[in-house]
């Protein structure tokens, strides 16, 4: 079971970071996932984070983001840095296909 927490509303050239915490999942031994949904578009890959602590992002996040893994907590978080209204999205955290219920993000002056 995957629960994100830490949306919010906030101003363009704000950060926020997301935390998704699993239950009930042998959380170091899986890849884990951040995945992003606009309203009227489909769900998008932002980052990627391996068992060893790798991460990858999608090219269109200019490295404005950071995901980072915590095996102990069995938590990952994403730190979003200068956030503009494109990036207002309900944001998911996803393991070998269980989703958590999301977490809104909203940027608007």
């Known amino acids: 079971q995957l629960e994100e927490s830490g949306g919010g509303l906030l101003q363009p050239g704000g950060h926020l970071t997301l935390s998704c915490s699993a239950s009930?999942?042998?959380?170091?031994?899986?890849?884990m996932h951040w995945y992003r949904q606009a309203p009227g578009k489909q769900r998008e890959l932002v980052a990627t984070?391996?068992?060893?602590?790798?991460?990858t992002y999608a090219d269109f996040l200019k490295d404005r983001f950071t995901i980072t893994r915590y095996n102990a907590q069995h938590t990952i978080s994403l730190h979003m840095n200068n956030l503009q209204s494109d990036d207002t999205a309900i944001y998911y955290c996803?393991?070998?296909?269980?989703w958590g219920q999301g977490t809104q993000v909203t940027v608007s002056a």
């Open positions: 996803e393991t070998l296909g269980a």
């Open positions: 009930e999942t042998p959380f170091t031994i899986y890849r």
């Open positions: 984070i391996t068992t060893t602590g790798t991460a």
